[in-house]
Nanobody, 119 residues
Framework: QVQLVESGGGLVQAGGSLRLSCAASGIIFADNGMGWYRQVPGNLRSLVALIAPGGTANYADSVKGRFTISRDNAKNTVFLQMNSLKPEDTAVYYC?????????????WGQGTQVTVSS
């Protein structure tokens, strides 16, 4: 059974930083593309960043230069470091496993973590 458990969301002021973590179990983590997607009410879930098994990363244009995705294969964990946050980054952020570079999500999703950026 695949489980993805996110943590690190919360409320932050514009210009601040947050670091999201996603701990995975039930998959061969090192063999999987891992991604972060986000969703606001009324919109489709969209790619934030995806990291391939080899470490190559792809980012949405709106977060390039501000967000960094990374992975620790020894800990089965993927991270999203978010800097210079903007109110428009407010969303529920979902961890995804089994995706394909550059942006196709896999079949496994976490429960989501709320990120709220105040102006």
């Amino acid at each position: 059974q695949v489980q993805l458990v996110e943590s690190g969301g919360g409320l932050v002021q514009a210009g601040g930083s947050l670091r999201l973590s996603c701990a995975a179990s039930g998959i061969i983590f090192a063999d999987n593309g891992m991604g972060w997607y986000r969703q606001v009410p009324g919109n489709l879930r969209s790619l934030v960043a995806l990291i391939a098994p080899g470490g190559t990363a792809n980012y949405a244009d709106s977060v390039k230069g501000r967000f960094t995705i990374s992975r620790d294969n020894a800990k089965n964990t993927v991270f999203l470091q978010m800097n210079s946050l903007k109110p428009e980054d407010t969303a529920v952020y979902y961890c995804n496993a089994g995706g394909f570079f550059p942006s196709r999500p896999g079949p496994y999703w976490g429960q989501g973590t709320q990120v709220t950026v105040s102006s």
